[in-house]
């Protein structure tokens, strides 16, 4: 498979028909995952279709598609709400993804093809040219993508809407800390280059140490205060202990 058969439009493609459907929920999921709207405000579908100029059927298509995704709870004739996500729950969704995560990746070593290999390389080349972009949503978008085309190698597919829960969770919660601010725009490496060099070898302990550290290096860079917090700490070899 080449670079040519998938590209960055298909990947980001929103999961809901109709163009103006389509752009109502990817503004309204940016604007829940950089904090611009929070559990602290009800959401209305009258004021939505008015701010959007469309009807209400579609805000409220797109409500429910949010709402299969936990980013928004609807209370009937009360409104809807952006669900609440504490630093408790975050640190319990990273300890969940790093046990998902590290045993998949173990898992997927056998069923690695030259066409599996050369998707997950265009989606981490896309991730790494989207952070040149002053759109800090995008990367994470393609990261999340990245993670769980990995993980669907492993064999576990009962597993693999629970990994999904928790990336888009964890995901919105160190962004929402930041409000959309760009901090990674100067990296100048791929994080997942030395994931896949290693899976290509077919070394599980050298995948697995560049899986882990590369899962504690975001949660590290975009919610340290919550690490220090809770731990003391933002050394990643002393928290994936901790976390263990």
């Known amino acids: 498979m080449t670079r040519g058969t998938i590209t960055l439009e298909a990947l980001l493609a929103p999961p809901i028909a109709g163009k103006k459907a389509a752009a109502v929920y990817s503004e309204l999921k940016r ?37 299969r ?8 004739y009360q409104g809807t709400f952006v669900t609440k996500l504490s630093e408790q729950e975050a640190l319990t969704f990273l300890r969940l993804r790093l046990a998902l995560e590290c045993t998949a990746i173990r898992q997927s070593i056998p069923n690695i ?22 759109d800090v949503l995008v990367p994470s978008e393609i990261d999340r993508i990245f993670h769980q ?16 829960r ?9 962004l929402t800390k930041h409000h959309g601010h760009v901090i990674w725009s100067d990296q100048s490496w791929d994080p997942h280059r030395p994931i896949l060099d290693a899976l290509e070898q077919g070394d599980g302990d050298a995948a697995e140490h560049h899986l882990s550290r590369h899962i504690m290096s975001f949660f ?10 809770e731990f003391g700490s933002t050394d990643a070899t002393e928290l994936l202990r901790k976390l263990a």
Not at 69 to 76: A, Q
Request: net charge negative.
């Open 69 to 76: 995704e936990e980013l928004v709870d609807r209370r009937g």
């Open 149 to 164: 085309e990995l993980f669907s190698l492993s064999g576990m597919p009962a597993l693999l809407p629970t990994l999904k």
């Open 166 to 174: 928790t990336l888009l969770q964890l995901h919105r919660f160190t």
């Open 31 to 67: 604007r829940i995952m950089v904090g611009r709207l929070t559990h602290e405000s009800p959401i209305t579908e009258q004021s939505l279709a008015q701010d959007f100029s469309c009807s209400q059927g579609t805000i409220r298509e797109v409500l429910l598609c949010l709402e």
């Open 113 to 134: 093809t030259p066409d599996k290999m050369a998707r997950l390389r265009a989606i981490a080349s896309f991730y790494a040219n989207s952070r040149t972009l002053e």
């Open 220 to 229: 590290t860079q975009f919610a340290s205060d919550v690490l220090l917090d």
